[in-house]
C-alpha cells in the first residue's frame, strides 16, 4: 500500500499513470494533467482496487496522450 507521502511526488504533475494489484500486477493505465488529485480519486472511488502506482511524467499533455495510446496498445 502506498502512502501520501509517496504520492507527493506526483503533485502538479501531468502524464501517464500505472495502478497495480498487491500482487504488482498492472491493473490500470491512465493520463491526466494532474497526477496527484487522479490518483486520490481513484483511491477515494474505491471503483480501482489497486496497491502500488508508477508514473511516467510528461512536459505536454499531447506526448501524455500519445503515450498513454502507445502503452494500452502493447
Do not use: P, W
Request: hydrophobic share 40%.
Amino acid at each position: 500500500m502506498f502512502t501520501l507521502e509517496e504520492l507527493q511526488v506526483a503533485r502538479n504533475l501531468s502524464g501517464v499513470y500505472f495502478l497495480y494489484n498487491e500482487n504488482k500486477e498492472l491493473g490500470y493505465i491512465g493520463k491526466s494533467r494532474n497526477i496527484y488529485l487522479r490518483i486520490l480519486e481513484h483511491k477515494f472511488e474505491n471503483k480501482k482496487k489497486f496497491s502500488f502506482f508508477k508514473l511516467a511524467g510528461t512536459r505536454s499533455e499531447i506526448f501524455a496522450d500519445l503515450l498513454e495510446v502507445c502503452l494500452i496498445d502493447i
